[in-house]
């Protein structure tokens, strides 16, 4: 067992070989010296466990000394304890104040003076430990790429790792780094993170973009609920994965695909005039079977180029590049053009396509081209993934802005499947089983306009009884862009 070393400081010989003694013959080894100056240098030679030192010598005093030893990083940890003929509060307030961890009489009991430095040294041993601890995982979360940052529920900063202080310009040295609301950009998202931090909530991988220290940088953001210390202070570890490469990636991958789309469009509408073309008679007499050939690569043609055309919509609308055109317009009257534009398809399955407004005219702004394409899209799909019965739409005024439902009795789906058919190029087994032609674009793209009408899009379904959209658009203000843009510019200023 390591034996815990003492220094004893004390300019009298008689009390020096007391303590002497009594320490040794108590288990610890000792070193001895007679005054402060002698001890401040064996204590940065030998780093022992403890000083037991005098208050009053000549030269350096305990106090001098004692208060050399705190300032000194290398030493600092080292508990002392003062040695003194008289209790004198002053001295006493003074020694307290400069960090001295305890003040004790010269007349004090033997045992209690072991006992006094026997806690002492459990102390030391408890609170080395715990640094360790700290140490130990502070270097874990130095190693980690993300930035953490570990807050009380005010969201002041208590901890954070390298890579936060390199990101956000944190300074190690400052135990409170400030506070989160100082790193996060004024925006709904930050202040989502911040409600989530207060509410004491844990929240998943919210994207936003940072910038700090001449840097732009797109993180996702990860709440997970900590304890501080050992107090009841919840706090919350927040964590910045850095996405930025993988959107760079993301965004040169979707620009590729969309200019191989965008390639595509010319050869295939050549080859749809051509057949046409020749379908028409422009190239001479046709045959039946020519014609039914034809036909074939003409319908397959508009298939093509239909997909074409999607793609590119949802890619243009994905990559941000809605720009709205606001303007004042009747809800009604769009729904009642589009019902009348898509009846023929309804009529060609024998089903029912009725439209039940709530009123005569539903004045609001927005997009009317942009509406009209989702509107054409759900109905659309309505009516192809209906074989008996027919579909409604319905539209009422709600105050801020407008609820349309479409309703159809056809082949619905599944809860599972309701929280996949928004996402691009998801098509549902039955639908394909049924081999009903479709793209698995068309809610892709009524979604990305939804949302840049800072609308919202929901659907109820059962399966084999129908399916119900629910579109809830607000009013825009006239001349007011995609909440898409606005965000682009909902940035932190860098400091
Ligand atoms: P698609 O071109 O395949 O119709 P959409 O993006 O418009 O692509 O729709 C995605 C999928 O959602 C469809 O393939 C279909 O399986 C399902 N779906 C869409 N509308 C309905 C509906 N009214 N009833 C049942 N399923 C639907």
């Known amino acids: 067992m390591n034996r815990n070393l003492i220094l004893i400081v004390d300019d009298s010989k008689s009390i020096r070989e007391k303590l002497r003694s009594i320490l040794v013959d108590n288990g610890f080894e000792v070193i001895i010296r007679e005054e402060g100056e002698g001890a401040v240098q064996a204590a940065l030679e030998y780093f022992p466990d403890l000083i037991l030192m005098d208050y009053n010598m000549p030269g350096m005093d305990g106090l001098a000394a004692s208060r050399m030893l705190k300032k000194y990083s290398q030493t600092r940890a080292i508990p002392i304890a003062l040695f003194t003929d008289t209790e004198d509060i002053k001295n006493k307030v003074k020694s307290f104040q400069i960090g001295v961890e305890d003040y004790i009489l010269k007349g004090i009991d033997h045992k209690e003076l072991v006992a006094r430095i026997s806690g002492l040294l459990n102390?030391?041993?408890d609170r080395d430990k715990i640094i360790r601890e700290k140490d130990k995982l502070s270097g874990l979360l130095d190693n980690f790429r993300d930035a953490v940052a570990i807050v009380n529920h005010e969201g002041q900063i208590m901890f954070f790792n390298r890579s936060a202080a390199d990101r956000f310009g944190f300074v190690p040295e400052v135990i409170k780094a400030g506070n989160l609301k100082d790193v996060l950009p004024e925006c709904e998202e930050s202040r989502e993170i911040l409600l989530a931090v207060e509410e004491r909530r844990e929240l998943e991988e919210l994207e936003l973009e940072i910038s700090r220290c001449d840097r732009q940088r797109i993180y996702t953001i990860s709440i997970r609920r900590v304890e501080l210390d050992y107090t009841e202070d919840i706090g919350a570890a927040v964590i910045f994965t850095d996405i930025t490469g993988e959107k760079e990636a993301e965004k040169l991958k979707a620009e590729f695909h969309s200019m191989i789309a965008h390639e595509?469009?010319?050869?295939i509408s050549v080859i749809l005039g051509y057949a046409?073309?020749?379908?028409e008679g422009n190239a001479g007499d046709v045959s039946d079977m020519q014609q039914e050939f034809l036909q074939g690569i003409s319908g397959n043609g508009e298939v093509l180029r239909k997909l074409v055309d999607d793609f590119l919509e949802v890619s243009r609308l994905e990559n941000k590049f809605v720009n709205l055109d606001v303007a004042s317009f009747d809800m009604v009257e769009l729904i009642a053009k589009t019902v009348k534009g898509l009846r023929l398809l309804a009529e060609n399955k024998d089903l029912k396509l009725e439209f039940n407004p709530a009123g005569e005219s539903i004045m609001m702004n927005g997009d009317s081209d942009k509406l009209e394409h989702a509107l054409i899209n759900i109905i659309e799909n309505a009516i192809k993934y209906t074989e008996e019965g027919g579909v409604t739409v319905e539209c009422f005024g709600t105050g801020e802005g407008v609820e349309v439902r479409v309703s159809d009795t056809g082949?619905?789906?599944?809860?599972?499947e309701m929280e996949t058919i928004f996402r691009s190029f998801e098509r549902l087994e039955k639908a394909q089983k049924k081999k009903?032609?479709?793209?698995g674009l068309g809610l892709a793209i009524v979604k990305e306009i939804i949302n840049a009408h800072q609308g919202q899009i929901r659907v109820?379904?059962?399966?084999?009884?129908?399916?119900t959209f629910i579109i809830d658009l607000p009013s825009l203000d006239e001349g007011e862009n995609s909440p898409v843009e606005a965000a682009e510019t909902c940035q932190a200023s860098s400091e």
Not at 264 to 267: A, F, I, N, S, V
Not at 411 to 416: C, D
């Open 123 to 125: 102390w030391k041993t």
């Open 436 to 439: 009903i032609k479709g793209t």
């Open 264 to 267: 595509m469009r010319t050869p």
């Open 276 to 279: 046409n073309l020749i379908l």
């Open 460 to 467: 109820e379904s059962r399966e084999s009884k129908g399916s």
């Open 411 to 416: 082949i619905g789906m599944s809860e599972e």
